[in-house]
């Protein structure tokens, strides 16, 4: 035979500011108010969003609700940074997902003290359901006007919860969801420190996603001059006399000690040469540059400077650009130095640099 459904003890909790009538109170809780609700959902989106600035960076966080952002960057949030590529964040969605489904609760809902049942039996509703109003919810998110429903409707309920027939109430401990019921011991003596649990966590995302935070451009200009040879001993090689390294990088972000690299604007860096004296004719010249981090790793690069009547003309004047692509100072360690040269037929000229300010 079918299981039977039965109707679970009355043990509710009453909100001391209710103007409902204890008779019309449901047996498994009053409904909650929507001032709860939505510090439920801030809670919630709070955790995502610090979440997201640890693990990723100060981007976008999923929201608990569609169509309601979640910028836990306060303003800063880099569009390129995507939380649906992160393990971190997919894995948070799915466990507050799973926990909305089995416990009636994500953790910003268990701090406040509000869970979502079935209208008829007053336990989570399962996975299923949970899925379907959450998709639901974008009836709700025209206008707000289903998210402000619960204002004015008797069960304080939202288009999703009318249509899939569940309800907010006031509760912690929820009759249990029929497939986790066995694994509930009598007494539920551990909900008090469930709850603490959910409050440390909601005071973590919070303070990750709207803490004090700090920036650092990457933007510098680092100027140097070169000494060499005297023009006078070698009349007929042209002689570096200064070169500048100027970068538009977009620096770091950091809150709480976590800090993390911003995306580059795309602008690039640029190293330019100066020098003294004419190079000659049909030469084979280039500008070089290092960069080089405090562990000995280096990144080097080279422009050619045609001497032949094409590129740069039959007589290239100072002074000269070497191109660095935006993205290279991003995976540089912090520290590092930069030197520039020319090289006119396969013999370096002597040249200059400088370290970065970061």
């Not at 801030?42 to 608990?64: E, K």
């Not at 009318?162 to 509760?171: D, E, F, G, P, R």
Request: glycine share 12%; with cysteine; aromatic share 8%.
């Amino acid at each position: 035979m079918g299981d039977i459904a039965t109707t679970p003890a009355a043990h509710h909790e009453v909100d001391e500011f209710s103007t409902l009538d204890p008779a019309d109170i449901p047996p498994f809780g009053e409904y909650a108010r929507w001032s709860r609700r939505v510090v439920a959902f801030l809670l919630d989106n709070a955790i995502l969003a610090g979440l997201m600035f640890v693990a990723v960076g100060p981007g976008l966080a999923p929201s608990m609700l569609p169509g309601l952002d979640n910028d836990g960057s306060l303003g800063l949030a880099v569009g390129d940074l995507r939380w649906s590529e992160s393990a971190w964040m997919l894995g948070a969605v799915i466990a507050m997902t799973v926990l909305q489904a089995y416990t009636g609760a994500t953790p910003g809902k268990r701090a406040v003290g509000i869970v979502v049942v079935n209208r008829d039996s007053g336990r989570p509703v399962g996975l299923v359901t949970t899925v379907l109003r959450w998709l639901a919810h974008f009836l709700d998110a025209i206008l707000c006007i289903g998210y402000l429903r619960p204002l004015w409707d008797m069960e304080r309920r939202t288009f999703a919860d009318s249509l899939l027939s569940t309800v907010v109430v006031l509760s912690r401990s929820p009759e249990p969801h029929p497939w986790i019921a066995p694994l509930v011991r009598p007494g539920r003596s551990g909900a008090q420190v469930v709850t603490a649990g959910a409050a440390v966590l909601c005071t973590a995302g919070a303070l990750f996603a709207v803490g004090p935070t700090s920036s650092t451009s990457g933007s510098f200009l680092s100027s140097a001059t070169c000494t060499t040879w005297d023009r006078t001993t070698r009349p007929g090689v042209p002689q570096l006399s200064e070169a500048t390294f100027t970068s538009t990088g977009a620096g770091t972000i950091s809150r709480w000690g976590v800090t993390h690299a911003l995306p580059s604007t795309g602008e690039g860096s640029e190293i330019t040469i100066a020098w003294d004296g004419s190079l000659p004719v049909d030469a084979d010249v280039s500008l070089e540059a290092v960069l080089t981090s405090p562990d000995g790793s280096r990144l080097e690069y080279s422009t050619p400077l045609d001497t032949d009547g094409t590129g740069f003309g039959a007589d290239p004047t100072s002074p000269g650009t070497i191109e660095i692509p935006a993205n290279d100072l991003r995976g540089i360690a912090p520290g590092w130095s930069w030197s520039a040269q020319m090289r006119v037929d396969g013999v370096a000229i002597p040249g200059c640099g400088g370290r970065a300010p970061f």
